[in-house]
Structures are given as C-alpha cells and as structure tokens.
C-alpha cells in the first residue's frame, strides 16, 4: 500500500533536551524536528507556519496531494452491523460534575450494549453538520473535536459477555453507527497479559481499546500528526471518560501494555494503524479466564487512499516508545511518578467555583451534542470569575490510570487571562492542590497571545488562553521515549473536560496550535525549562449581531 516516505527527522540541535537518556532520544529528536515556527523567520514574507530546525525548515501543512486524500472512516466491507441505538439519556448527572469525575466509581454498574453505543456515537459518531473540502467532497464532523477535522481515531471493545452482548472483540464503526465482531469470545485475559496483570484491566466487564491511523492526520500535517494522534486522543477520552461517569461506570486510562499483543488482537500492523490507549469500563470481581487462541483475521477493509505516504519520523517514534511484553509493561508502570508542585513566589487568588447546587443541570451527553470549536470571541465581555474557577478546578482533578495520578499532574498550567471579572489580565499559574492562580506578571497580552498560538487571531480574543507545559527532560529521563506519549496526552486530555465544561457554562472553546519556542520564550523565565505540549483557548462566543 505504501507509495512513498518521508524522512522527516532531522539530527536537530535539542540543546536543552541533550541530557536526556539513551532510551528517548527518539522523543528528544522528534520533539525537536516537529517544532512549528513562523516561516517568515527564515523565508521573509512568507507569513505560513514552518516546521523543523532551520536547516530544514519547510511549510508544515502538507495536504499537497488531494489524489490520495484519506478516506476519514475505517469500514470492514465483509462483516454484518450490529445496530446501536441513538438514544440518550435526558436527564442524570450534571455536565460538570461527570466531567470533572476520576473514574473511581464504586458503584459496581456493569456496561451494557447501549453505554458501547453511546461511547462510540459521542465520542467518534458523526454528526449531520457536513463541510465540503475543495475538490468537492463531503465530509461530515464528528462528536468530539480533532486537529484539522482529520479524524484518524478508532474505537474498539473488547468484552465478557454483557446482559445484551455476546463476549467478543468488536469494532465501532463511525460512518453507521453500529459494531462489527472481529472475534467471538472473551479475549480479555491477552490484554491481562499485555498490560503485566494491570489490576484495572483484569476487573473490567469491557475494555475500550483506542487506536490511531496516523496516515488519515499526517496527509494534512506530516510528522506533527504524531504529536496530535495524541492530542486528539486525550481529548477523545475526555468524552469517554464522561460518559462512563454519568453512567456511573468506573473507569481507568492505562498506558502501559505491549504494544504488539494488543495490535495483533485488533489484527491491526502497530506501524500504520496502532493503539494509543486503552480504557478499563467496569469493575467486577470475576477475573477473566483464559483466551482463546487467535491468529491473524485477514479482514478486508475498505480502502483509504491510492497511495500512502509513511512518515518515518512517526513509525520511528511509536516503535521506539513501544513494550514488547506484559512484563515490560508491568516494569514501566512501575516508574509511577510526579513532578513535585513548584511552590509559588508571587500574589496567588483563590479559586472560587460554583457550588453544586448551581451547576447546569443538562447530562454530559447533551452537552457533548452541543459542543462546537468557537474561534469568534466578545472582546467586549468578561467571563465571570465562578465560571473561570469551575472550568479550572473540574477540568484538572485527574483520571484514574495505571500511571497518571488524580490531582498531581505531569504537566504544568499557565494561562493568559485576557478578561475574566475582579483577576488582572497577565500571565498565570494554576496551582491544582492550592485552589488558586499565581499572578506572574500583569498586563495586556492579547498581540503575544495571537501571535504565540501561530499567529491566530481568536487566541488573542478569547477570555483565556491554556498553555500545558512540561518538563520534558524530567519525564523521558523516568519513562523513555513513551513518556512522550503521556506527555502530549495529559493537556489534551484536561483541556478536553474543559471544553465540554464550557458549554455547561454557556461558553465556547477550542483546541490550539502554536509556535513551540516562542511559547517558551514568552514564559520565561516562570517556565523553568518547560516546553509546550498543547494550547487550548475559552471564553464567551460573540453573539451573531
Ligand atoms: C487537539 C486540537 C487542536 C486543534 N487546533 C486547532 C487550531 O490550531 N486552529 C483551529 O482553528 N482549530 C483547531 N482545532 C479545532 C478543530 O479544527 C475542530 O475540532 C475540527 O475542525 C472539528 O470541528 P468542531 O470542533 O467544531 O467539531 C483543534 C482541535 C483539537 C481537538
């Protein structure tokens, strides 16, 4: 199927990332090669964004072929739909308060085929709004949000058998709403196995398995595409993870399996279609018994594209990051670990959420049908501080997950608060375990904020910028080069719960870019060293006059 590759990777300078360990200088030299940049810096005029270090530095939007623009969907042409149902709940737990869940549910609810269906449909499901690309096809938006509308996500379940399902491995298959079994039978003892006996996973009734295409992101964004497989991800398993709570359905992230069982359960090859992340749903006490034995599937699926292009850069990185057994996994899991919370130095304002009796009622699930990206922001209102405080405080307590810990994030949280009611604009920390923001510095940031988030106007307009910032050098020197991968997700992941909170609250959001070492440079010197991982922005939609 392969056409063509491209060798993306430069050696790059990564000064500050040199002293990292032999076991992510994939992720060091990636990191490096895949950093955006105003192309006017190197090439006066030419106002696009740029992409790797100078020397070979060239347009970051690749899309330069629309003969083989990827198909957005994978569909199994030989295997029969089981059909899902649409319907959802229209009352339960409030928006904000499923959202801000971390997945410690003790309620013992087990999933049945409605909670697959409305996992798949509100998260990966398609919605009636369309958008016609230029060469006049039509493409429809999905539920959740994804960089550039290039959705390379796909779900799978793995499960015992559930009141209204056979055990089996199936697909979700986005373009008809429906599953398609892949392997009759309960599989779940291999992931027990791939994940080193991960507790959560070895108490789960189903177990939701998250894989990416990188190909369907990449023929818009080259090798970044491995940077947003994971940002899209994480914002993909906000809504699953919200969904499940208002199901009141326990769940856990778990990042540590061997990449080649799972790939092989799928049947999918781990270098073009790979697993990114798995989620346990449930929690029973029956462990599951042994798998059968299962080979390959063969199952023909319809195709993407004439041609594909492989990024080598991406294949290098993902092997690279990749566990080869259980106990790998189990041995990586091990090296759980947080930074410690930096204390602050300078004026801290406490946080002040709205109390539960004053959330928005609506469930998550009508939350999520509502969610749209908003880049047209009222420069003429504030948010209110209740509002600014609750998306805060529920957006980043935490998931529960074999390595990331509730309420001690990898990455850090500064804003730019451009107006929100009684807080001086200027840059900010979020200090989690205090309730509170650090003022860093006070004053009209509006130009830097647009021109940071590559020079895009709304960042500038919109009430609050989000910057995720992590201490690379920290976490590849404990986790590898597959720290990368949790790096890049947890932003995405909280700046997803956020999204959704925001229009609980009757704001918009949405997703960012930007340029990766202006970003540092405008948090120096507060950022310690840190490197910009994912950008979200909110605030109040102007109102169409
Ligand atoms: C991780 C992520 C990054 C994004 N980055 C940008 C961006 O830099 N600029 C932009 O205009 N939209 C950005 N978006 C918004 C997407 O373009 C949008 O989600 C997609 O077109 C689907 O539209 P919808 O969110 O309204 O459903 C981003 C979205 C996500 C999830």
């Known amino acids: 199927m392969s056409a063509d590759t491209q060798h993306g990777a430069p050696s790059g300078t990564h000064g500050r990332l040199g002293g990292v360990s032999d076991d992510a200088q994939h992720a060091v030299r990636f990191h490096d090669a895949t950093k955006y940049y105003s192309l006017s810096e190197t090439h006066p005029g030419d106002e696009r964004i740029g992409i790797g270090d100078p020397a070979m530095r060239t347009g970051a939007i690749w899309q330069k072929d629309w003969d083989i623009k990827p198909f957005l ?56 709004r369309t958008w016609t690309t230029r060469d006049g096809r039509v493409h429809h938006y999905r539920t959740a949000g994804g960089t550039g509308a290039q959705y390379h996500l796909e779900l799978y379940f793995v499960c015992t058998d559930l009141a209204d399902l056979d055990a ?46 990188f190909w369907r992101n990449a023929w818009r964004y080259r090798e970044r595409a491995y940077r947003h497989t994971y940002w899209d991800a994480g914002t993909s398993l906000s809504h699953i993870l919200a969904v499940a709570a208002s199901a009141h359905v326990a769940t856990g992230l778990v990042f540590g399996y061997a990449d080649p069982l799972v790939d092989a359960l799928l049947d999918v090859d781990g270098v073009r279609e790979s697993t990114v992340a798995l989620v346990a749903l449930g929690n029973s006490a029956a462990r599951p018994r042994d798998a059968p034995a299962f080979g390959r599937l063969e199952l023909a699926t319809r195709r993407l594209s004439s041609a594909e292009v492989t990024f080598h850069a991406i294949t290098d990185l993902h092997l690279a990051s990749g566990l080869r057994t259980g106990g790998q996994a189990a041995q990586w899991r091990s090296r759980r670990w947080h930074r410690p919370a930096r204390p602050p130095a300078g004026e801290l304002t406490e946080l002040r959420p709205l109390p539960d009796e004053r959330l928005d009622p609506r469930p998550v699930e009508q939350i999520i049908l509502r969610r749209r990206s908003t880049r047209n922001y009222d420069t003429d209102a504030e948010v209110a501080f209740d509002a600014f405080s609750t998306l805060l405080e529920r957006s980043t307590r935490g998931v529960v997950s ?62 609050v910028n989000l910057y995720y910032l992590a201490h690379l050098p920290s976490i590849l020197q404990r986790y590898g080069d597959r720290g990368y991968r949790l790096a890049q997700l947890e932003g995405a992941l909280h700046a997803g719960k956020l999204h959704l909170g925001t229009h609980a609250l009757g704001l918009g959001a949405v997703g960012s870019t930007a340029f990766d070492d202006e ?27």
């Open 73 to 128: 969907y994978k569909v199994y042409e030989t295997l029969p739909p089981i059909e899902l149902g649409r319907d959802l709940p229209d009352a339960g737990r409030p928006a904000l308060e499923a959202i801000a869940a971390t997945g410690a549910e003790a309620s013992g609810v087990v999933p049945d085929r409605a909670l697959l269906g409305r996992l798949g449909l509100l998260t990966n499901g398609q919605l009636d």
């Open 519 to 545: 970003v540092a440079d405008f948090f120096s010197p507060h950022a310690d060293g840190q490197d910009y991982m994912f950008v979200t922005v909110f605030g109040r939609r102007r109102r169409a006059r």
């Open 168 to 213: 089996g491995v199936y697909h979700y298959c986005a373009i008809d709403h429906s599953l398609r079994l892949l392997r009759r039978g309960d599989f779940r003892a291999a992931l027990v196995e791939a994940t080193g006996n991960e507790p959560s996973i070895a108490a789960a009734p189903v177990v939701l398995v998250m894989t990416s295409t």
């Open 402 to 463: 074999d390595v990331l810990t509730p309420g001690a994030p990898l990455t850090e949280l500064y804003l730019i608060v451009n107006a929100v009611q009684g807080l001086a604009p200027g840059l900010y920390r979020h200090h989690p375990g205090r309730n509170a923001v650090e003022l860093l510095r006070a004053g009209d940031f509006r130009e830097d904020a647009a021109r940071i988030a590559a020079r895009q106007q709304y960042a500038g307009d919109a009430h």
